[in-house]
């Protein structure tokens, strides 16, 4: 069965779904995204991903195409229509079509934008065996553009990233710039020292997660400290645990940074507990 795409509300089989070569998302990567991932075949903290769209639109002086109930009822239908139980729904607005290439940005009364959603199947996602192993990760410095907290289609440097981490046998790279961990290639770094949690603090310098958020939330209720601040590679090889969060992987334990094996090199209890109760609290609010 082929699967059934969104484009500009039209729902069409995927080899129907087309966009113009003037594209600017094509031709600049003038464009926003958001994931939204699928347990249970609900959506997970699918209200964030709707407030950072919008964030992300706005700081880009780009109009949004769909309105909040549209960008909902759409999502469902993908869900529906494609049968996902474990899986994500990926969406992607950009300024759209001028029919030329120019820098300056259409008149968007005129260019309408570009709107494109789609799912992938993911069975096993709750139940990733990686979680059980963890991940290793590189270093690798942040050459990304200065702007991070817009969650832009510009993916090109992390993807690099990524390959990179994986010609050197690891998993995942994280960012380093001017000493200290910006983030991970499409993930948020934390490390856990004597019981605290320790993860960046929120700036330009790096996406804000909608998973970060929630498990921050979590761990506060569930009386857990965390400190929001940077921390090194050093640091993090000698801290007791690691991990990463997004809306795909949830909390993935880090058991090896640049070599060096944390503890015993099997995932620790704090990245085990805050999966367990991220998965819990999101299945209980999932929509
Ligand atoms: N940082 C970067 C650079 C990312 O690409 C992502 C995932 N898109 C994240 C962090 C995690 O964000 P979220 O929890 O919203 O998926």
Redesign the pocket.
């Known amino acids: 069965m082929s699967r059934i795409v969104y484009v500009n509300g039209e729902y069409l089989p995927e080899e129907e779904g087309k966009i113009s070569i003037f594209d600017r998302g094509f031709l600049m990567a003038d464009g926003v995204?958001?994931?939204t991932?699928v347990l249970g075949g609900k959506l997970i903290?699918f209200e964030?991903?709707a407030a950072?769209l919008a964030r992300s639109l706005a700081e880009l002086d780009m109009a949004q195409p769909i309105s909040h109930e549209e960008l909902l009822a759409a999502h469902r239908e993908l869900v529906a229509r494609n049968d996902i139980d474990e899986g994500l729904v990926y969406l992607q607005i950009t300024r759209g079509s001028a029919g030329d290439r120019d820098f300056v940005f259409p008149d968007p009364e005129t260019t309408p934008g570009t709107v494109v959603m789609f799912t992938q199947s993911k069975p096993g996602l709750a139940d990733n065996p990686a979680a059980k192993t963890g991940l290793s990760v590189i270093s690798i410095p942040d050459q990304?553009w200065a702007r991070?907290d817009i969650?832009t289609v510009q993916?090109l440097y992390?993807s690099m990233a990524k390959m990179a981490a994986l010609a050197a046998g690891a998993g995942d790279a994280w960012?380093v710039e001017d000493g200290v961990v910006t983030?991970?290639?499409?993930?948020?770094a934390y490390i856990v020292k004597d019981g605290k949690i320790i993860t960046r603090e929120l700036s330009t310098d790096?996406?804000?997660?909608?998973?970060?958020?929630?498990v921050l939330r979590y761990a506060a209720e569930a009386q857990m400290e965390v400190v929001e601040r940077n921390f090194t590679i050093e640091e993090a090889q000698s801290a007791d645990e690691a991990f990463?969060?997004?809306?795909?992987t949830f909390v993935m334990p880090v058991t090896e940074i640049d070599g060096a094996k944390l503890g015993d090199g099997t995932p620790g209890p704090v990245a085990r507990r805050l999966r367990e109760l991220y998965i819990e609290e999101s299945l209980k609010s999932a929509i």
């Open positions: 995204y958001e994931v991932s903290d964030g991903h950072r990304r991070r969650k993916l992390p960012f983030e991970g290639t499409s993930n948020n790096i996406l804000h997660g909608i998973t970060r958020a929630a990463v969060t997004s809306a795909t």
